[in-house]
């Protein structure tokens, strides 16, 4: 709880902070792809079981997918507020970073959907093992750390 009160904090102080909306989107942004970092994070920190994975992998599925949801939206509203117009995403150098950014988060949303259509099955069906899991939660914890990478950029390019 701590942790998201600063991390809000900082999102509606920064780049996009002169306007409300602008600042919610963005600290609700972050606070999104908080949760479905950390929480794969964790689970790969703990979870060493394939029965585990069974259990855990379908309810972090349902809460990741809320926080792509939330997290799409939010950051569609963000760039929004912050590009006058499409042109800007190749012509200015916050542009290009938030262009880099929707590459890469369409590749991890290419993964998440993988995953979530047969690993999710193949885990829930004790079809998976531990060690396929973690491996497949890594990749996408890499993933997430290029995406994140952008964002700090995004934040003192714009």
């Known amino acids: 709880g701590l942790a998201a009160v600063g991390m809000a904090a900082r999102t509606l102080a920064g780049h996009l902070a002169?306007?409300?909306?602008?600042g919610t989107a963005v600290a609700v942004h972050a606070l999104a792809a908080a949760v479905w970092c950390g929480v794969l994070a964790a689970l790969v920190l703990t979870v060493t079981h394939r029965g585990q994975w069974a259990r855990?992998?379908?309810?972090?599925?349902?809460?990741?997918?809320w926080c792509v949801g939330?997290?799409?939206?939010?950051?569609?509203?963000?760039?929004?507020?912050?590009?006058?117009?499409?042109?800007?995403?190749?012509?200015t150098g916050y542009g290009r970073v938030l262009a880099a950014k929707v590459v890469v988060t369409a590749a991890l949303l290419v993964l998440a959907w993988r995953n979530r259509s047969q690993w999710l099955p193949a885990?829930?069906?004790?079809?998976?093992s531990a060690t396929l899991s973690?491996?497949?939660?890594?990749?996408e914890l890499g993933m997430m750390?290029?995406?994140?990478?952008?964002?700090a950029a995004l934040a003192v390019t714009g």
């Not at 002169?18 to 602008?22: A, I, K, L």
């Not at 939330?70 to 499409?86: H, I, N, R, T, W």
């Not at 885990?123 to 998976?128: D, E, F």
């Not at 750390?145 to 964002?151: E, F, G, I, K, M």
């Open 18 to 22: 002169e306007s409300p909306v602008g």
């Open 56 to 65: 855990v992998l379908p309810r972090f599925s349902q809460l990741s997918l």
């Open 70 to 91: 939330v997290l799409l939206a939010a950051g569609v509203a963000g760039a929004a507020l912050k590009l006058d117009s499409p042109t800007e995403l190749w012509a």
């Open 123 to 128: 885990a829930r069906a004790h079809r998976s």
């Open 134 to 139: 973690q491996s497949r939660s890594l990749v």
């Open 145 to 151: 750390a290029v995406a994140v990478t952008l964002a």
